[in-house]
């Protein structure tokens, strides 16, 4: 079983940055790929960006100049920095993980609890 746990959501004012965390727990092959996903109230669960151990990456068009997503494999971590923020940024962001990019995009085995993200105008 892997566990995944986000820290690092909070306020911020628009233009702003935060950087979200997600401590994995174990490297497996069922957690080879890490993605982050966001869902704003009354919407659908989106995929945001998603890195792979070797390092290969994957950004929504939406968020790819502002958003970057990286990893520390040492720390089993990876990291979503996310500068020059918009109210329309305000989502839970989550913490997910799969055996491939594919698959965590489709279909992750495994999710963390969520950090809430706001963003004000």
């Known amino acids: 079983q892997v566990q995944l746990v986000e820290s690092g959501g909070g306020l911020v004012q628009a233009g702003g940055s935060l950087r979200l965390s997600c401590a994995v727990s174990?490297?497996?092959?069922?957690?080879?790929?890490t993605g982050w996903f966001r869902q704003a109230p009354g919407k659908e669960r989106e995929f945001v960006a998603a890195i792979g151990w070797s390092g290969i990456t994957r950004n929504e068009d939406s968020v790819k100049d502002r958003f970057t997503i990286s990893r520390d494999n040492a720390k089993n971590t990876v990291y979503l920095q996310m500068n020059s923020l918009k109210p329309e940024d305000t989502a839970v962001y989550y913490c997910?993980?799969?055996?491939?990019?594919?698959?965590?995009?489709?279909?992750?085995?495994?999710w963390g609890q969520g950090t809430q993200v706001t963003v004000s105008s």
């Open positions: 174990r490297r497996s092959f069922s957690s080879e790929v």
């Open positions: 997910a993980a799969a055996s491939s990019l594919v698959m965590v995009m489709r279909s992750p085995s495994y």
